[in-house]
């Protein structure tokens, strides 16, 4: 069974920095992209970053210039480094990765990390 699991979410000012991790762990053959999306409250879900099995990234406008994804493909993990902090960045932040497993090949998602950007 393949699960991720995030870690780093927290309360942070404004212009501060935060940086977000995901694991994924299980019976892993091959994963084709990481990424990460975030819901706010009353809003509805939306993509931050992505990056594909060969390195390339995108990100959404809003945080273009502000927020790094990276991924470490020996230890299955991704990251999201967060500078400049804004309060509409406040959210939970999920994971997400396309994985092929011994079984199938589908979309996974973690739980969730919250993130406060408040003074």
């Known amino acids: 069974q393949v699960q991720l699991v995030e870690s780093g979410g927290d309360l942070v000012q404004p212009g501060g920095s935060l940086r977000l991790s995901c694991a994924a762990s299980?019976?892993?053959?091959?994963?084709?992209?990481m990424g990460w999306y975030r819901r706010a409250p009353g809003k509805q879900r939306e993509l931050v970053a992505i990056?594909?099995?060969?390195?390339?990234?995108d990100y959404a406008d809003s945080v273009k210039g502000r927020f790094t994804i990276s991924r470490d493909k020996a230890k299955n993990m991704v990251t999201l480094q967060m500078n400049s902090l804004k309060p509409e960045d406040t959210a939970v932040y999920y994971c997400?990765?396309?994985?092929?497993?011994?079984?199938?090949?589908?979309?996974?998602w973690g739980q969730g990390t919250q993130v406060t950007v408040s003074s």
């Open positions: 299980g019976s892993i053959s091959e994963i084709y992209f």
């Open positions: 990056i594909t099995d060969d390195g390339n990234t």
């Open positions: 997400n990765a396309r994985i092929r497993s011994a079984i199938s090949t589908k979309i996974y």
